[in-house]
């Protein structure tokens, strides 16, 4: 299978993204309503309900099976990309639903619940992660960072950033620094364990452009000056 970016430089409109499908290929395409031109048999694809181990109890989701020889071509909202990664063997990191655009034929997919504390913060219920050998394609709101965890030194990442993190990390919802960065800036996860940490850069790049194109300086000055004002004042 061929991921091909269609971009025309940062027109504010989003990308297309062309997938070449081989034959005896298959990809799963958990966003179908993106799917704005496919070349192919009639057969070659075919939509079915998924139910996530009672991820979403009453609301199923649909995912687009694709089988090779075909072509399609998927629309991206702007702002957003597409980040192939390709899988051998088992990975120990979660990732979201919501960032998860495809995975190939070969891949498998497994949820994990969280904890009550997690749920709560995150407003999820699991988390899924991905065996066996192929491609998975994450939905991201610009570049993809990557970090490494450290037994006892933590790692600080913007909750609303988060992409992927690996099974055995230990979370700590907090902020840090001194008093008045602590009440300004958004909640971060304070991780530490092994394994890398995959975070979006995307979010925070709207957050400057917002301050900096949008909000007036009285409406900037108390978002940094106030007690969470960054939480609170959007």
């Not at 960032?99 to 994990?112: A, E």
Request: include cysteine; glycine fraction near 10%; hydrophobic fraction near 35%.
């Amino acid at each position: 299978m061929n991921v091909d970016v269609q971009d025309e430089g940062d027109s504010g409109s989003g990308q297309a993204v062309a997938f070449t499908v081989g034959e005896n290929e298959e990809v799963h395409v958990l966003h179908p309503q993106q799917i704005i031109a496919y070349q192919g048999p009639s057969s070659g694809r075919a939509d079915r309900l998924m139910d996530v181990k009672g991820m979403y109890r009453k609301r199923k989701l649909i995912r687009s099976d694709m089988s090779g020889p075909c072509r399609f071509v998927a629309a991206l909202p702007p702002g957003y990309r597409i980040k192939t990664l390709q899988l051998n063997g088992k990975s120990d990191l979660l990732y979201d639903f919501r960032h998860l655009f495809f995975y190939s034929k070969g891949i498998t997919m497994q949820t994990r619940v969280l904890s009550m504390k997690n749920m709560l913060v995150t407003r999820d219920i699991v988390k899924v992660k991905f065996a066996g050998n192929g491609s998975i394609g994450i939905l991201t709101e610009g570049t993809v960072c990557e970090a490494e965890l450290h037994p006892s030194d933590p790692l600080y990442v913007d909750a609303g950033s988060i992409i992927a993190y690996p099974e055995n990390a230990k979370l700590e919802l907090t902020v840090y620094g001194n008093h008045l960065a602590s009440q300004h800036m958004s909640y971060h996860w304070k991780m530490t364990g092994h394994g890398p940490v995959l975070f979006q850069a995307g979010r925070q790049s709207h957050r400057f452009e917002r301050d900096n194109n949008e909000d007036g300086i009285i409406k900037r000055f108390l978002r940094e000056a106030l007690p969470f004002g960054g939480v609170f004042i959007k």
